[in-house]
């Protein structure tokens, strides 16, 4: 089933794929990647996403091996790392809607690179405790709160909404490529000089990534000011346009649950490797890094698979086609059968990135223009906002049931988080809308 869209750009779009004169633009094998703008992106989320690949092998592996942290305050940390998202969540919506979000981009980037770089000076000073993990954790956990929601708007006006399928599923392809080379750089960078001094790798990704992003000449035109901002008012607009759709309603929820379970299964799932599996960073890394195959794989097919199963089925059938595998974990034993439970969390990364890329240009297509920040913010709002939860039921689950156990109830936990959207219009959408009728609907703030 093929797709009908609008030909047609957001104001100030610098993409070459908008309609000009009536003229339909020629396909093209790169597609996307002919604009020269695009391709500044494309290259900046490269070296963003392979530090943050390598923060999320690395960071944990600084609590477990170089602080002998227990079970619960890996938990923690795993919860500062995402309580971003509940302490300025709703406020970054607001604040990004009325500015460029390309210069959100560039200044969280590099604000990220320098919390990432204390962390390896002051455990060469001495100085490295678990307390000054979680405060680094938790700052660059809010920054990459500001960071996401500028991101995911700032896509619309580079590509056009026409081609917000396309873009992701390219975005989504080198993040998932990432994927597989930052855990495989991580691990042997761990085994040689630790993990505290392997998060210089992340801090230089990050700042690569900002550098890049202040190359891209396209700019957005600037929202224009509503007055002083009302940012209660502006906030709840947000949240009410959300809240009011049935169809973003439901996504936020399934992945409210999804997301939950997905970290009190990661929150342990290292903690697994390196003490109950008595794998080293090296092997480690391997594993993770079959996580990137899968998700590169979802990224590949993601455009077709949305196609072929409809827009909205595909994200509800996701979850309980791949979670269920996840299982094998738990009920692996050192030797050769933890590697053949790696196929379940590539199936899983698959799974998600798939789903993912489905629902944001859902998403996307639904909002007008000037609420996309707050609809990403308060999509991530309530989607991530049990995470940091999920991470210390995580690490109270991993204290009371052990690792394994804790895998097992993610595992469950996951599967079923395709009910809200099974139970929603979604069950029957598919195709994307082609005219985001909800501009006209939403009340201005007074």
């Known amino acids: 089933m093929t797709i009908e869209s609008r030909r047609a750009t957001l104001p100030g779009s610098n993409s070459p794929f908008s309609e000009a004169g009536g003229k339909m633009p020629r396909p093209s094998r790169l597609g996307l990647l002919r604009d020269r703008d695009f391709r500044r992106l494309f290259a900046a989320t490269a070296f963003g996403q392979l530090g943050d690949r390598i923060v999320f092998l690395a960071l944990p592996l600084v609590g477990i091996a170089s602080l002998n942290a227990d079970e619960f305050q890996v938990g923690l940390l795993t919860a500062m790392t995402t309580a971003g998202s509940l302490l300025v969540g709703l406020p970054a919506g607001a604040w990004v809607d009325r500015v460029r979000k390309r210069s959100v981009m560039i200044s969280t980037d590099l604000a990220r690179a320098l919390v990432l770089l204390t962390i390896p000076l002051g455990w060469w000073a001495g100085l490295l405790s678990i307390w000054w993990l979680y405060a680094a954790a938790l700052l660059h956990g809010m920054l990459t709160v500001f960071f996401d929601v500028a991101y995911v708007s700032h896509l619309p006006h580079l590509v056009g909404r026409d081609h917000l399928v396309e873009g992701h599923s390219k975005l989504s392809a080198i993040r998932s490529v990432t994927s597989i080379g930052g855990p495989t750089m991580a691990g042997p960078l761990v085994v ?136 094998l974990m738990p009920l692996a034993r050192p030797g050769w059968s933890v590697y053949a439970a790696a196929i379940g969390l590539a199936m899983l990364s698959m799974g998600g990135v798939v789903r993912v890329v489905a629902q944001s240009s859902l998403q996307q297509a639904l909002t007008p223009d000037r609420l996309m920040g707050r609809m990403s913010a308060t999509a991530r709002f309530v989607s991530w906002g049990g995470i940091p939860f999920g991470g210390i039921m995580g690490g109270v689950s991993g204290s009371v049931f052990g690792a394994a156990g804790t895998l097992w109830i993610g595992a469950a936990g996951m599967t079923l988080s395709f009910l809200p959207n099974v139970l929603s219009p979604l069950r029957a959408m598919r195709a994307l809308p082609t005219d985001n009728a909800p501009s006209s609907s939403v009340e201005t703030p007074g």
């Open 192 to 327: 040689l000089i630790g993990a505290p001094a392997t998060l210089l790798a992340s801090s230089a990704g990050m700042a690569v990534s900002g550098l890049l992003a202040l190359t891209i000449r396209g700019r957005e035109p600037k929202p224009e000011p509503s007055g002083r901002p009302r940012w209660g008012a502006e906030i709840k607009e947000g949240l009410r346009f959300v809240l009011r759709q049935p169809v973003l309603r439901a996504i936020m929820t399934g992945d409210a649950m999804f997301n939950s379970f997905l970290v009190m299964y990661q929150t342990m799932l290292l903690v697994f490797l390196d003490r109950e599996m008595g794998l080293r960073p090296f092997a480690i890394g391997l594993i993770l890094s079959g996580m990137g195959c899968g998700a590169l794989l979802g990224a590949l097919v993601a455009t077709r698979i949305s196609k072929w199963v409809g827009h909205g089925p595909v994200i509800w059938l996701a979850a309980p086609a791949t979670c269920p595998l996840t299982a």
